[in-house]
């Protein structure tokens, strides 16, 4: 399971992620909690359902969680980044290593930290 975790944000890194301002409804997978027999799974959101912006806050037994890949691409666009996929994947690779990130989810949110403290990122066009 640890492996797996790598693929996808901890509850931590999904509260620094919304504090940020990343929106909770471009989460690609979330948390369903039942409280009553204190169980947590992961559900992989089939469709792309589309999410009103405040379905985690009417719905408190969902907590939304990304992707290292749609972390990726959120960068991407909010960034105005002029690289391919690839070459962005290619970037964060360099990125983690250089940083010492234990794994590239990692090493995305401290790009996306950075974007967001020098004002590089803009979260509204993924409302475009």
């Not at 992989?44 to 969902?62: G, H, P, T, W």
């Not at 290619?90 to 590239?104: G, R, S, V, W």
Request: contains cysteine; charged residues 30%; hydrophobic residues 35%.
């Amino acid at each position: 399971m640890k492996t797996l975790q790598n693929n996808f944000t901890t509850p931590e890194q999904s509260e620094k992620l919304l504090a940020m301002g990343v929106p909770a409804n471009t989460a690609d997978l979330y948390y369903e909690r039942h409280s009553e027999i204190k169980f947590e799974r992961l559900n992989i959101r089939i469709n792309k359902i589309e999410l009103a912006d405040d379905f985690f806050e009417k719905y408190s037994l969902y907590t939304p969680h990304w992707s290292t890949g749609r972390l990726m691409e959120i960068a991407h666009i909010c960034s105005d980044s002029t690289l391919s996929y690839k070459e962005e994947a290619n970037e964060i690779q360099k990125f983690k290593e250089e940083h010492k990130c234990e794994t590239l989810i990692e090493a995305v949110i401290v790009c996306i930290t950075d974007a967001v403290s020098i004002g590089s990122i803009n979260f509204s066009k993924l409302e475009e």
